[in-house]
């Protein structure tokens, strides 16, 4: 169906939807004589927050934060609304993400996916900085 077709595409693309609006929002600092201009961290030439990048902003939040909000609720208040009067609407979506998982075990898949999204933001604070680095051994 549909729903399917959508939650797998969605979930295959997470990461790279989440780091594209990081990407996005991440600023650069450049110092001069004079002080520092905070910058795009992808376009020197661009001013953060400047009307070119404040454009840039609304619409990247307007295409990824639709897709990846509700999923994120989704996937952790799945238990809550199969309880709920919104279980008739929602069911073909919840049964396309938890389906493939056994029972007591689909928590799992929660929790990894709240494991990138904190990845992906303390790699967006800290990237470019000397004097931090993050080691992972898994």
Known sequence: SSVQVLVTVV??????????IIDVFAPARIYTDNGYIDVWF???????LSPE???????A??????LI???????LLAKPLRRSLANKYLRHVLEAIHAPYKEG?????????VLVIILYII??????????KIYLAF
């Open 11 to 20: 979930h295959l693309s997470f990461s790279k939807l989440l780091i594209a």
């Open 42 to 48: 992808w376009d020197g030439t661009v001013r953060y």
């Open 53 to 59: 990048h404040r454009n840039l902003v609304i619409y």
């Open 61 to 66: 939040s307007l295409i990824v934060f639709p």
């Open 69 to 75: 909000v509700p999923y994120i609720t989704l996937l």
């Open 105 to 113: 075990k689909k928590y799992w898949f929660v929790l990894r996916l």
């Open 123 to 132: 790699y967006a604070v800290y990237r470019g900085k000397n004097n931090f």
